[in-house]
Every structure is written in structure tokens, then in C-alpha cells.
């Protein structure tokens, strides 16, 4: 029982080491995160827009919020945890939009 418990606990010291070197590099190289995820966030939404937001008001709605969230917090130069946060929910939201192009 002793030994599953352990790698129980090893296994997620291990994720938590991976995320915190991430966030550290992150923190280190905010300019370098900043210019690839606007481009990122940028040709996605423009991508999703052209193909789902005109189709319909809540679609072009639920593109634009989260993606002019994720661009002030680029431009005004916020801490980089806030920013990595709005950038994985506006390509998550684009995703599903873009998801709904199958069905």
C-alpha cells in the first residue's frame, strides 16, 4: 500500500514540476509567449470568424470576447499567467465553433 501511494505522489510531483517549468520559462520570456500567441489567437479567430461568425450573431459574439480579452491582455502587457489563460480559452472556444462546421 506504502509503494502505490508513493507513486501516486511521485507522478504528480512530476506534472506539477512540468507546469511549473512551463510558467517559469514563460515568466522568463514573456515577449517571446506574448508575439507567438497573438499570432496564434489572431489567425485562429480570423480563421473561425470567416467560416462560422457570419452565419450567426452569437457565434461572431462568442469569437470577439474572448479574443479582444486576450489582445488587451497582450497589449497592455499583463502578468503572463493571465494572458496564457485567455489565450487557452479563446482557441478552446474557437475550436468548438469550428467543431460545429462538422455536424
Known amino acids: 500500500m506504502?509503494?502505490?501511494t508513493k507513486t501516486s505522489s511521485h507522478?504528480?510531483?512530476q506534472t506539477e514540476k512540468k507546469t511549473n517549468t512551463f510558467l517559469q520559462y514563460a515568466e522568463a520570456h514573456?515577449?517571446?509567449?506574448?508575439s507567438?500567441?497573438?499570432v496564434f489567437v489572431g489567425c485562429l479567430s480570423g480563421i473561425t470568424v470567416g467560416l462560422r461568425g457570419f452565419d450567426s450573431d452569437l457565434f461572431l459574439i462568442a469569437i470577439i470576447i474572448p479574443t479582444m480579452t486576450t489582445?488587451?491582455?497582450i497589449l497592455s502587457v499583463?502578468?503572463?499567467k493571465y494572458i496564457l489563460a485567455a489565450g487557452i480559452i479563446t482557441a478552446i472556444v474557437d475550436l468548438l465553433i469550428l467543431l460545429t462546421?462538422?455536424?
Open 11 to 13: 507522478t504528480t510531483y
Open 71 to 73: 489582445l488587451a491582455l
Open 36 to 38: 507567438m500567441l497573438l
Open 2 to 4: 506504502n509503494t502505490i
Open 78 to 80: 499583463q502578468p503572463i
Open 101 to 103: 462546421l462538422l455536424f
Open 30 to 34: 514573456p515577449y517571446g509567449i506574448m
